[in-house]
């Protein structure tokens, strides 16, 4: 799926700003007939849980209006005329006027709407749209709704961070002429000093119309051309991507009719190679070892609406303490997030928004008897479809991002269950399929042992979570180094595949202080994170470290969570805690001496712009 863009032959119109809302119970029936009387104005990107001092609105479970009119340019005339929504969570239905234009479940990830002919050029029209906030069996993430015995819904979740809902990425009427390029894949390589680009473009209503292709480099330079919808072409003293040292090209692609460009598209790409060999992570051939974060969208206010002022804050931080990398835990985040990413040389984790593919957590945590993850009543084939769906439209979405190097298919699903293997092998090989570049991985819960696991030979790295310190063996540091060390290298020995950690942290109140091993204190945030370093240190197969949390974050209501999850080496409000200071000392190699361990375990600060 090709992102939106101006290009000679496209226009767009953003229509992000405040549009009406109201809760579906504040509406008649049909609501989309005519324009909804209501004080309420929302804003476009965001959720709209924390605007209002409303509870019935924060803790709504169900449907909610959006609403505004729409002017289609004069100029439009005789174009296909679309609509793009960035993301709906987690359903959306759509009418333009009277007309149901779309419908689409999944909350993270863009679909579109075609109105031509349904709008006209030059003329407004009402633009409506029904956001449904529930999770059920039949969504991923996956939840449950109740009816509680006073009629109230009830929504439960399998994940902790807080059930956000609304439009939270832009949304935009755009045109494209009627023979258009639809999409393009790109898959790059490197032979030499040259760089391979391997292309596909599917175009539509192009009959008797050629494609044409250019690759231009940074200053505008045409450094290769080419023909036809599928092929290859070389760039000779090919300018890598590289992780901290981003370099983008431009491939113009024209559709061409007697000689005129009837339709164009501008794809920025870069050029790199990942791959896993042995227990290393290679890009561009060279190893490579993640410093970073799992992060969150999740601000004040605005949930998680996409924002760039904190896109460009959050990346600032990153590069501050020497992270190269993230994983989008726990969801694929907005588009503009991986394009900041490809252009700043940011390394990227894209993981689905499978997460809580686990009903032992929940036995474990609430004392509810556990019940089986992988069985029909629970998470059996139907949400496997609507997972493999999920997979389809993140990976067309995000195909062509240099920054993405792997993909997360599920975080913390109960792989240690029977079930489990059935559930992912299918869609272990539709990933493949859909995409052979990129290896595999998914984050391991801490019941999933290196005994009891039962899919982590069908991926290509061991991501593993893990809270001794925390959750286990709380204010045990010695423990928890010990156990930690023994287990990392049993999952070594049993899969023989690259490691890494995708979660490890401890919640920590900013200004608490102790001389004492005191859980909350940020004294013992930074000892945990020490602790695990001098195991990742010791262990050759390590490729990289991603710490829970960049931020604190909201979270439902929970007695284990005091105003949301404080894992975050930075506050909500992106102010440092102790440990931030800490992980900078490591990452970018300030502690006087690098780390023992692999001789390849980069100071991210060699290969981050500083
Ligand atoms: C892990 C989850 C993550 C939670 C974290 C925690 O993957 O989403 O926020 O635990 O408890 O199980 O802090």
Do not use: C
């Not at 290769?224 to 901290?244: C, F, K, N, Q, Y």
């Not at 262990?539 to 005091?562: K, S, Y």
């Amino acid at each position: 799926m090709l992102s939106i863009r101006t290009t000679p032959t496209r226009d767009v119109v953003s229509l992000d700003g405040l549009w009406r809302f109201a809760l579906d119970s504040a509406v008649g029936a049909e609501p989309w007939l005519s324009r909804i009387v209501t004080s309420l104005e929302a804003p476009v990107p965001a959720s709209y849980n924390d605007l209002f001092v409303d509870p019935a609105i924060r803790d709504h479970v169900g449907v909610v209006w959006y609403q505004r009119e729409v002017r289609v340019p004069r100029g439009w005339a005789g174009e296909r005329i679309v609509l793009r929504f960035g993301s709906v969570t987690h359903a959306a239905t759509v009418y333009a006027n009277d007309v149901l234009v779309a419908e689409h479940v999944g909350g993270y990830t863009p679909f579109d709407a075609d109105l031509t002919g349904i709008v006209a050029p030059g003329e407004e029209f009402r633009l409506t749209v029904a956001v449904d906030n529930r999770l059920t069996h039949l969504t991923i993430p996956p939840g449950t709704v109740d009816t509680l015995p006073d009629g109230r819904l009830k929504q439960t979740y399998h994940h902790d961070f807080y059930n956000y809902a609304g439009i939270a990425r832009s949304v935009k009427l755009y045109s494209t002429p009627q023979a258009y390029v639809a999409d393009i894949t790109v898959v790059t390589g490197i032979d030499g000093s040259a760089g391979v680009v391997d292309y596909r473009i599917e175009t539509a209503g192009a009959e008797a119309a050629d494609v044409r292709l250019r690759v231009l480099d940074e200053s505008g330079a045409t450094v290769a051309t080419a023909e036809g919808a599928e092929g290859s072409v070389r760039i000779d003293d090919v300018h890598l991507w590289m992780p901290g040292a981003a370099y983008l090209y431009d491939l113009l692609v024209e559709l061409v009719r007697n000689g005129e460009p009837v339709d164009s598209y501008i794809l920025p790409f870069g050029v790199r190679t990942v791959e896993v060999r042995g227990t290393d992570f290679l890009i561009n051939g060279e190893p490579f070892y993640f410093t970073g974060f799992g992060k969150h969208e999740d601000t004040p206010v605005r949930g998680k609406g996409h924002d760039d002022a904190y896109l460009v804050h959050d990346f600032q931080l990153l590069e501050w303490t020497g992270a190269n990398s993230f994983r989008t835990s726990h969801y694929p985040y907005a588009e503009e997030v991986l394009d900041f990413a490809d252009r700043h040389g940011i390394v990227v984790i894209g993981e689905t928004a499978a997460v809580g593919l686990n009903l032992g957590v929940q036995g474990g945590l609430t004392g509810i008897p556990p019940t089986p993850t992988f069985a029909p009543e629970n998470f059996g084939g139907e949400t496997r479809n609507v997972h493999a769906q999920h997979l389809r439209e993140l990976l067309a979405r995000d195909k062509n991002h240099p920054s993405v190097v792997m993909w997360s298919i599920a975080n913390e699903p109960a792989s240690n269950e029977d079930g489990s293997r059935e559930y992912f092998e299918p869609l272990v090989d539709l990933a493949r399929e859909l995409d052979p570049t990129r290896p595999l991985t998914y984050a391991a819960v801490m019941f999933a042992t290196p005994a009891n696991d039962k899919i982590g030979d069908l991926f290509d790295v061991l991501s593993i979570n893990r809270y001794y310190g925390w959750y286990v063996f709380t204010g045990d540091l010695a423990t928890a180094e010990s156990v930690l060390e023994q287990e990392l290298r049993g999952w070594v020995q049993r899969f023989g595949k690259p490691i890494m950690m995708s979660e490890y942290g401890a919640d920590t109140q900013p200004g608490l202080h102790s001389v004492w091993d005191m859980p909350w204190t940020e004294e013992y945030q930074s000892d945990l994170l020490a602790a695990y370093h001098r195991v990742f240190d010791r262990i050759p197969e390590f490729v990289g470290e991603h710490i829970w949390n960049f931020a604190d974050f909201m979270t439902g209501p929970g007695i284990h969570r005091v105003d949301g999850n404080k894992k975050g080496v930075f506050t909500r409000d992106r102010k440092p805690k102790g440990a931030a200071f800490s992980v900078r000392n490591r990452w970018r190699g300030l502690e006087g001496k690098k780390p023992d361990g692999p001789a390849e375990r980069p100071a991210a600060s060699e290969g981050n712009p500083s």
